[in-house]
């Protein structure tokens, strides 16, 4: 199984970003995948889903209405679409199969993750 992030990079705040995840070993169209993120020093958190049954997403509520989840099945890649990015959304992100939005109480078990791709917010 293999998660691999790529799109990162430096950006400055207001800009966006997509984030890409290919994936082998696995078909996304029967998983539940999500995107986390860790800033330094702080912990890893789940900051969106996007449903294995109908595509449906949730978000954490500091990315909601700014980011998008969408994946793609015949490409078997889920992607992370950011907008207006803040220099507080500097982290390393990942993709996952599962995903965690403990406040809503959407938790799938995170079997297998990436390595990361690297999203600085900065002027």
């Known amino acids: 199984v293999q998660l691999q992030a790529s799109g990162g990079g430096l950006v400055q705040p207001g800009g966006s970003l997509t984030l890409s995840c290919a994936v082998r070993?696995?078909?996304?169209?029967?998983?539940?995948m999500g995107w986390f993120r860790q800033a330094p020093g702080k912990q890893r958190e789940g900051i969106s889903c996007?449903?294995?049954?109908?595509?449906?997403?949730n978000y954490e509520d500091s990315v909601k209405d700014r980011f998008i989840m969408s994946k793609d099945n015949a490409n078997n890649t889920v992607y992370l679409q950011m907008n207006s990015l803040k220099p507080e959304d500097t982290a390393l992100y990942y993709c996952?199969?599962?995903?965690?939005?403990?406040?809503?109480?959407?938790?799938?078990?995170?079997?297998?993750r990436g390595q990361g791709t690297q999203v600085t917010v900065s002027s």
């Open positions: 996952a199969r599962g995903c965690s939005l403990p406040k809503q109480g959407i938790i799938y078990p995170q079997n297998y």
């Open positions: 070993g696995f078909t996304v169209r029967d998983y539940t």
């Open positions: 996007i449903e294995s049954r109908d595509g449906s997403t």
